[in-house]
């Protein structure tokens, strides 16, 4: 299997990655997938990352990369890039988080454009019951030059479009085996392969995945 160091990896991305290509990261909490999702949506020039957790230190570092919380879609004309946070006003109010999202994946419909990331895709599909949308989102707006990037823990419980509809997939790590029959499925690589791929993996180091292609392994950023 090819390796690349992270630099090689990110410098032959950044030559590759056009708009309408969508990008998965998968692992768990602290596995790497946020630096590496930083790093690739600051390569964009109008981007939205759409948080949903009451508090997340790990976004900070989208705060200090030039990222403008906002609670309201759609931003002023001259921000670029944006950190969508619409906090829920108590304990279990999902309902100011999904219609805060659902306006803002609408707009970004009409529009085109933009690269939206979300920092918990299955938090918005499952909890916030967007599945449906997302799975639209997701079909239909490659042709609007709209690239999605989503992180997720348990490829198992994310809609099959997330996957099957990627260009590229980021693999930190995945463990139990119905996570890794599900990205075998959606990517058009093959189980034992991909299995034998992510088991070589070491701390923070991913399996990169083109459709349908060969497992690259990238090694951790040096940092």
């Known amino acids: 299997m090819e390796t690349l160091s992270y630099q090689q990896w990110l410098e032959s991305f950044k030559r590759e990655?056009?708009?309408g290509q969508h990008v998965l990261l998968v692992g768990p909490t602290g596995?790497?997938?946020?630096?590496?999702?930083?790093?690739?949506?600051?390569?964009r020039k109008y981007v939205v990352i759409?948080?949903?957790?009451?508090?997340?230190?790990?976004?900070?570092?989208?705060?200090?990369?030039g990222f403008k919380p906002l609670e309201e879609w759609p931003p002023a004309w001259?921000?670029?890039?944006?950190?969508?946070?619409?906090?829920?006003?108590?304990?279990g109010d999902f309902a100011t988080m999904q219609i805060g999202i659902y306006k803002l994946l609408n707009d970004v419909y009409q529009h085109g454009g933009w690269t939206v990331s979300f920092d918990d895709l299955v938090f918005v599909t499952g909890t916030l019951k967007l599945k449906?949308?997302?799975?639209?989102?997701?079909?239909?707006?490659r042709s609007?030059?709209?690239s999605i990037v989503s992180l997720l823990q348990r490829p198992f419980w994310a809609p099959l479009e997330?996957?099957?509809q990627s260009t590229y997939a980021l693999i930190f790590a995945a463990n139990d085996e119905h996570d890794v029959h599900r990205l075998s499925e959606g990517l058009s690589v093959g189980y034992k392969q991909l299995l034998e791929a992510i088991r070589s993996l070491g701390p923070f180091e991913f399996i990169f995945v083109r459709m349908g292609k060969a497992p690259i392994r990238v090694q951790k950023k040096e940092i």
């Open 17 to 19: 990655w056009e708009p």
């Open 144 to 146: 609007m030059d709209v």
């Open 50 to 65: 759409i948080a949903t957790k009451a508090k997340d230190k790990s976004l900070d570092a989208y705060k200090e990369a």
């Open 162 to 164: 997330a996957i099957s």
């Open 78 to 91: 001259n921000i670029k890039r944006v950190l969508f946070w619409r906090k829920p006003k108590a304990l």
């Open 132 to 141: 449906e949308p997302i799975r639209m989102f997701y079909t239909q707006v």
């Open 31 to 43: 596995s790497g997938k946020t630096v590496a999702a930083e790093d690739m949506l600051l390569l």
